[in-house]
């Protein structure tokens, strides 16, 4: 049974960070592209980041683009270290893989495999 589980979300004041950790099991996910993505209540679900599965490429919304960074910890495994955050990024927060992707991609459909998510609250 593939399983996502992300772990590290929490209650933060603006200005803060968060660091956000996925482990995925149930398959080989070496050749996966591995994303973020966040729902905000009342919103659709948007992109976040995304890293290649070599580690070496990847892809970040523009609202999170220097503050966020995205990292493959292992084949298994990513992370999304979040600093400056901002109360616009509260969220539900989501792991996906991509399975042998070719690119980095921010389009969701893409996405077979998720986790089911983990809150990051900022406040003002």
């Keep these: 049974q593939v399983q ?5 979300g929490g209650s933060v004041q603006a200005g803060g960070s968060l660091r956000l ?20 209540p009342g919103k659709e ?7 290649f599965w070599t580690g ?5 919304a ?10 493959r910890d292992s084949s298994n495994a990513v992370s999304l270290q979040m600093n400056s955050l901002k ?21 969701s459909e893409w996405y077979d495999y998720w986790g089911q998510g983990t809150q990051v609250t900022v406040s003002s």
């Design 45 to 51: 679900r948007e992109f976040v980041a995304a890293v």
């Design 87 to 107: 109360p616009e990024d509260t969220a539900v927060y989501y792991c996906a893989a991509d399975p042998d992707s070719t690119t980095v991609s921010s389009r």
């Design 56 to 60: 070496g490429s990847t892809r970040y």
């Design 62 to 71: 523009d609202s999170v683009k220097g503050r966020f960074t995205i990292s």
């Design 4 to 8: 996502l589980v992300e772990s590290g």
């Design 21 to 40: 950790s996925c482990v995925a099991s149930g398959r080989t996910f070496s050749s996966d592209t591995m994303g973020w993505f966040r729902q905000a």
